[in-house]
Nanobody, 122 residues
């Protein structure tokens, strides 16, 4: 069992930046970030392999968000720049203890964090 704890969410003005962190209680392979806005389905944001050499992003965040990880700290990060009001959502961290490749589908992840709210004001 792996527990994931997100932090770093908050309120920011459009054009601003936030950095989310997700600390895992144990070793994980692929990790990812998803988000869910009110009334919408959960959306893939980014994924990273264990080595960090492979990353992949959803089209809506490509070029603005960066996923990274520090395996010594069992932590994955999401640096979010040039934030837009449409980025407002609850952001969830996810981890896989099964696959070490880019994972886009939420069904392929084994564990999830509780979520952290990101609100971008216009």
């Amino acid at each position: 069992q792996v527990q994931l704890v997100e932090s770093g969410g908050g309120l920011v003005q459009a054009g601003g930046s936030l950095r989310l962190s997700c600390a895992a209680s144990g070793r994980t392979y692929a990790m990812g970030w998803f988000r869910q806005a009110p009334g919408k389905e959960r959306e893939f944001v980014a994924s990273i392999t264990r080595s960090g050499t492979s990353t992949f992003y959803g089209d809506s965040v490509k070029g603005r968000f960066t996923i990274s990880r520090d395996n010594a700290k069992n932590t994955v990060y999401l640096q979010m720049n040039s934030l837009k009001p449409e980025d407002t959502a609850v952001y969830y961290c996810a981890s896989s203890v099964t696959y070490n490749r880019i994972l886009v589908s939420s069904r392929e992840y084994d564990y999830w964090g509780q979520g952290t709210q990101v609100t971008v004001s216009s």
